[in-house]
Nanobody
Framework: VQLQASGGGLVQAGGSLRLSCAAS????????MGWYRQAPGKQRELVAR???????NYADSVKGRFTISSDNAKRTVTLQMNSLKPEDTDVYYC?????????WGQGTLVTVSS
């Protein structure tokens, strides 16, 4: 299973970015896909997650600003990030859960300047 993420970059505070992730390979059953972020020396934390049924979960810090969506047929997940803040600066990882297994894409850096 491979997850290919794209869309990170540098943006000013208040701006927007969109992260996209596409899964490929043999996946028996996808439970959910999502985005996580990890700062140096810290644990990876959930940003937003969406199940195949469309149920979403967001970190409190991004509610109302970020929107996650997915296309189950294409096995893609997108994170629309609006009203970005400097504290959103981080490496963002796409994740996919299939049964008891978690798969991760390469990180994509999001930098928000003040």
């Amino acid at each position: 299973v491979q997850l290919q993420a794209s869309g990170g970059g540098l943006v000013q505070a208040g701006g927007s970015l969109r992260l996209s992730c596409a899964a490929s390979g043999r996946i028996f059953r996808t439970s959910n896909m999502g985005w996580y972020r990890q700062a140096p020396g810290k644990q990876r934390e959930l940003v937003a997650r969406i199940s195949t049924a469309g149920t979403t979960n967001y970190a409190d810090s991004v509610k109302g600003r970020f929107t996650i969506s997915s296309d189950n047929a294409k096995r893609t997940v997108t994170l629309q990030m609006n009203s970005l803040k400097p504290e959103d600066t981080d490496v963002y990882y796409c994740g996919l859960r299939s049964g008891p297994y978690d798969y991760w894409g390469q990180g994509t850096l999001v930098t928000v300047s003040s």
